[in-house]
Nanobody, 126 residues
Framework: QMQLEESGGGLVQAGGSLRLSCVAS????????MGWFHQPPGKERKFVGG????????SYASSVKGRFTIARDNNNNMVYLQMNSLTSEDTGVYYC???????????????????WGRGIQVTVSS
């Protein structure tokens, strides 16, 4: 498994932007698909965006499509989530995750991921 650590969260006004970062340990980062998940207060964790190991294929939840962008830097073991036009519904804890599944370039289900960060809080004030 990989060790993942998120950063970049905090408090932002509605309509604002934040960029989350996730640093991964290990030399096999380049072979993992990466994803971001969001857990609103009192609700289940849900998929936000995913990216394949090579960084050229992405997938997003419909609620964030056009507002959020996932990207990765395989040279530095980093994955990012750029979040724009934030609303109060984006409030919650965001998790970075890593996983590998043969034949599945982008992972969208929590059960497909093997490693998780501790999560980071994002609060959007209206």
């Amino acid at each position: 498994q990989m060790q993942l650590e998120e950063s970049g969260g905090g408090l932002v006004q509605a309509g604002g932007s934040l960029r989350l970062s996730c640093v991964a340990s290990g030399r096999t980062f380049v072979s993992y698909a990466m994803g971001w998940f969001h857990q609103p207060p009192g609700k289940e964790r849900k998929f936000v965006g995913g990216i394949n190991s090579g960084g050229d294929v992405t997938s997003y939840a419909s609620s964030v499509k056009g507002r959020f962008t996932i990207a990765r830097d395989n040279n530095n073991n980093m994955v990012y989530l750029q979040m724009n036009s934030l609303t109060s519904e984006d409030t919650g804890v965001y998790y970075c995750a890593a996983g590998r599944r043969i034949g599945v370039p982008v992972l969208t289900l929590p059960s497909q991921y093997d490693s998780w960060g501790r999560g980071i809080q994002v609060t959007v004030s209206s």
